[in-house]
């Protein structure tokens, strides 16, 4: 039996820009810490590239796609794509799609792997499967075993904006790689029972699920009640995160017609076309519908736990039925009660615990008959967050099996270090 491996290596491959990205951050903080060294590679928003740390993690982004906000140079290439795709297919017909950035992101990243001769690479999602699944074989072919990780953040023929034809083009992909992986790992059991037959696995992927840090949260230097200035005996609904429409934000804010009183914080880009979209459909509201930017991860559950209530409004969609998100364990390391849909899992956790009310996605009464019901009792729902809870769904305990299967895919037994704070530095030009 060979010796292990004492100072193991990882390549992330993300195709984003990673800042934004809590699973990938988590993973590598929690890595850095396990004692690997861990280099991210993400996609720059910018021409040049960029550095920079997560803990003992570093970040490298590169210009591998096109990363833009969505402001109005966003729309713009958006309708020009639009017209880009109506032309080929009017003059091209059926012609098979192309992976996006494939080359550009496969040329970048494979000079580095080359040279960095990573032990484990590790695809976060189904865009950056195909390169990193590239990289290994190479690897491989020039006598380094490299162990690939596929890491499932969704399951493919649920994304509603794929195409069909690029939707099957990724599941091929998803197919052909995964037969060489070591280890595939999956956010949850309801998506672990659609990815063994979309994949056409045998072996259960394994879970790590996309909890909030527990041990890595800091007090928040902002102040959610200060920042919409109310005071704190004023009923506070907050929804965290990406607002889309099948994000269901906008079910939140018909209701604050019946919901006199009651304040809705949208924790979000304030840039977001949607986000423009609703705060100018409801303006009449504009006292208590409030949009307030983005704070650190490691400050979220901070700021989150002045808010009376925590919203996942999510309308039904396949992805949103099988895994419960990441705001669901942010919501909850805050202590706050729950305002769910009745998108399965997470509907059903909620009844489970009895730590919030469930209504019928979409349907605003409904929506205003769960609310009443937690402001009337609030302190009910929230009294079942027990520090023994929180801690089996924190990050934490995630970590432990993210890192148990690095180690024994990999053979290694790396020195776990002195552990550093979750703290992303500011990007460093290069």
Not at 253 to 279: C, E, F, R, S, Y
């Amino acid at each position: 039996m060979t010796s292990p491996t004492l100072n193991p290596k990882a390549l992330h491959i993300v195709l984003n820009g990673v800042a934004e990205d809590s699973r990938v951050l988590k993973c590598a903080w929690s890595l850095g810490n396990a004692g690997w060294d861990v280099l991210v590679i993400g996609a720059t928003p910018f021409y040049h590239k960029d550095s920079m740390t997560i803990g003992y993690a570093n970040i490298l982004r590169l210009p591998l796609k096109v990363v833009v906000s969505q402001d109005l140079i966003a729309k713009i290439l958006r309708r020009l794509r639009y017209y880009k795709r109506r032309l080929e297919a009017r003059t091209i017909g059926k012609r098979a799609p192309g992976i996006p950035n494939y080359k550009r992101a496969l040329g970048s990243i494979r000079i580095i792997a080359q040279e960095m001769k990573p032990d484990v690479v590790h695809a976060h999602d189904y865009t950056a499967l195909p390169i990193a699944g590239a990289i290994v074989a190479d690897l491989r072919k020039q006598g380094h075993d490299a162990k690939l990780i596929y890491d499932a953040h969704e399951y493919v023929p649920g994304v509603s904006h794929l195409t069909k034809p690029l939707s099957n083009l990724y599941a091929v992909q998803e197919r052909k790689f995964v037969k060489s992986a070591a280890a595939v790992l999956s956010v949850s059991e309801g998506m672990s029972d659609l990815l063994i037959p979309h994949l056409e696995i045998t072996q259960r992927p394994d879970i790590v699920a996309n909890d909030p840090l527990f041990e890595g949260q800091t007090k928040a230097t902002r102040n959610l009640r200060a920042d919409i200035g109310v005071s704190a005996d004023v009923p506070i609904m907050v929804y965290s995160g990406a607002v889309a429409p099948q994000r269901g934000v906008q079910t939140a804010a018909a209701a604050l017609a019946d919901l006199p009183g009651v304040h809705l914080v949208v924790i979000a880009n304030p840039k977001n076309q949607t986000v423009i979209d609703l705060q100018a459909k409801y303006a009449k509201f504009a006292d208590r519908f409030h949009v307030v930017p983005y704070v650190p991860n490691e400050e979220l559950v901070s700021y989150l736990s002045s808010a009376t209530i925590g919203l996942i409004p999510l309308l039904h969609k396949q992805n949103h039925e099988i895994s419960l998100i990441t705001k669901f364990g942010e919501y909850m390391q805050a202590r706050l009660p729950m305002i769910v849909s009745d998108v399965r899992t997470m509907a059903a956790e909620v009844r489970r615990l009895g730590n919030g009310e469930v209504f019928i996605a979409e349907d605003v009464a409904d929506f205003v008959r769960a609310t009443k019901l937690v402001l009337d009792n609030p302190v009910k729902y929230g009294s079942v967050y027990t520090d023994e809870i929180l801690q089996e769904r924190s990050w934490e305990r995630q970590a432990e099996n993210l890192v148990r299967i690095y180690n024994q895919i990999a053979n290694a037994a790396p020195t776990v270090r002195t552990h550093k704070p979750f703290k992303l530095s500011e990007p460093v030009p290069q």
